[in-house]
């Protein structure tokens, strides 16, 4: 249901300055609507944003609830915490300059029914369904990114990615795999070996 693969357009490979980390989640009405899923994979490609880790999986109650846990006792929480666990999520770490605001400012304002009308470009203006269904999660500081990717990608350490990996994603040494929806770093070795 998940794999569909398309014509990514590649970026174009300038070298990029500081990559910032961000945790977003395409949450399970994008990826319950194939087609959607696949316009949404398509704009954070076309927007720049390096993907850097990309899982799929199912939160069971509690996780959401954990995940959440910052809205409990608001109104919503019981509809988003259902909302959340109704199907599969894909959370992903995405790196880009100044990537938690960027990512934010492409996933739109919270609220869906506002955003139709501010930012109908946007992952919610053009996807999302109602107030909580509203398609995307994005981090809202550098605080809360990290947590939020130790959270979904315990075994990820940005500490090491910044000493190993941003390197070669800042110079360009990537290539996209659309059917893991992952950057990858091109292992100069293995095309060598050709
Ligand atoms: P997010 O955390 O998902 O990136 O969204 P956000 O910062 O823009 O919004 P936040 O206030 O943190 O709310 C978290 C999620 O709760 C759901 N929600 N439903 N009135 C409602 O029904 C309502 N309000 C919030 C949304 O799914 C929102 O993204
Ligand atoms: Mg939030």
Known sequence: MLGISRNFPKRNFSAIKDLELTLGILKPDLTQHPFNLNLVREMIVENNFLVI????????????????????????????????????CQPLILAKENSIQSWRELMGPTKVFKSR???????RGRFGLTDTRNSSHGSDSVITAEQEMKFFFPEFSPTQFYAAESRDFCHGNYEFDAESFVHKKISLHSTNLG
């Open 53 to 88: 880790r990309s899982k799929i999986i199912k939160m069971d109650r509690r996780k959401a609830e954990e995940f959440y846990a910052e809205h409990r006792g608001k109104f919503f929480f019981n509809r988003l915490v259902s909302f959340m666990t109704s199907g599969p």
């Open 117 to 123: 009308f501010s930012d109908p470009e946007s992952i």
